[in-house]
């Protein structure tokens, strides 16, 4: 189905407004999959807040001219499945992981602002931890000074009653 020019001036409108909060944006070629896979896929899209869509690669170029994904022009060539969000992980992990399972879904590449990505660097970028992962290991390493230390000032009183019980214990005996 063909898209009138007003169709398509409003494709680029929506597509530039993913890309100007994008953290990143990556490319799979999603040829020989099926209609239920591609719902699949975007189903999980939507649950980890990924704008996942088939474009016209002309379109995209348009939408990200003039703007630090405008070097990712050059990797839009096929048919593209163009995954967009703004937390830098989330798209790269999505896709990766459900090239895993499908075989016909081919991660082409990627772009972080200012930073085209090959096939290995969105695969580098799908195995690091997501956001809400790393903050929770700095929230645990912040933590631990301060839990030993309450431990150790625990340990003076628990020490004096375990003390007190065995010289208890020891009379009573006697």
Known sequence: MALNREEKAAV???????VA??????LAEYRGLTVEKITQL???ARESGV??????NTLVRRAVKDTPYEKLADQMV?????????DPVAPAK???SFAK????LVVKGGAMPNVVMDVAGVQALATMPSREEL????????QAPVATFVRTLNEVPTKFVRGLAAVRDKQEAA
Request: a positive charge; hydrophobic letters at 50%.
């Open 78 to 86: 096929g048919p593209l499945m163009y995954g967009i969000s703004a």
């Open 94 to 96: 999505l896709i990766a």
């Open 12 to 18: 680029i409108e929506e597509v530039s407004a993913q």
């Open 101 to 104: 399972a499908n075989d016909q």
């Open 21 to 26: 909060q994008a953290g990143s944006i990556v």
């Open 135 to 142: 903050l929770a290991k700095l929230l645990g390493t912040m």
């Open 51 to 56: 704008y996942l869509r088939v474009l016209k």
């Open 42 to 44: 975007r189903k999980q």
